[in-house]
């Protein structure tokens, strides 16, 4: 069942994304940290969030974004800041080779060129075990649809460009089209997509 996230859905979504992310940087800076970003999103006006749940109502996928992704990060940390700098002295304190990467995200955040009209969908997870079920197709068509009943009409995303072949294409599949490449500061390359909805009749 696909539903609408819900604050009490976070720590099982944080423990899919940990499960899901290993070794990415949202994940580095820890479990603290997912969760004061999740919450937020889900807490926000702008914050879209749907989970798929087993018959016991185990959250086994997620998808989150926001309708106003422009100035997201600083909508979040303006918010949560004590907390965010709480969470982020202990990550450095475990992996001080964080540092660069935290200061570069900080200065420049990766995130996808902004249009007027334009939403964003942040992360999107399925647990290892129940991935190739069709799963993650749902959790994007259920994103997308509230999407289009907010009255917006473009969506974007970044996803990594190499190594990343079957992720691509499943956005490629679900009508996402490749707007442009692009290097993070930290050498790492990306793919933005976009995808326009046709208006609700």
């Known amino acids: 069942m696909v539903r609408k996230m819900q604050l009490s859905d976070v720590n099982q979504v944080v423990n899919v994304h940990l499960t899901s992310f290993q070794g ?12 004061l970003l999740y919450s937020f999103i889900i807490t926000s006006p702008d914050g879209v969030g749907y989970v798929c749940v087993d018959k ?20 979040f940390f303006k918010k949560k800041w004590w907390n965010i700098i709480l969470t982020i002295l202990f990550s450095i304190i475990r992996d001080p080779s964080i540092i660069p990467r935290l200061v570069w995200r900080v200065l420049k955040p990766p995130q996808p060129s902004t249009e007027p009209g334009t939403a964003t969908l942040m992360s999107i997870a399925v647990h290892p075990n ?7 197709k749902l959790l994007v068509q259920e994103f997308l649809g509230e999407i289009r009943r907010q009255g917006i009409q473009r969506v974007n995303l970044t996803t990594d460009k190499e190594k990343n072949d079957a992720v691509n294409l499943f956005y490629q599949r679900l009508g996402f089209q490749l707007a442009r490449s692009f290097v993070t ?10 995808i326009t909805l046709s208006k609700e009749e």
């Open 24 to 35: 990415f940087f949202l994940t580095i800076l820890g479990e603290k940290f997912l969760r």
């Open 56 to 75: 016991d109502e185990i959250v086994i996928g997620f998808v989150c974004g926001t309708t106003k992704p422009l100035g997201f990060y600083k909508r």
């Open 130 to 136: 129940y991935q190739n079920k069709g799963i993650g």
């Open 185 to 194: 500061p930290e050498g790492r390359w990306m793919n933005e997509y976009v």
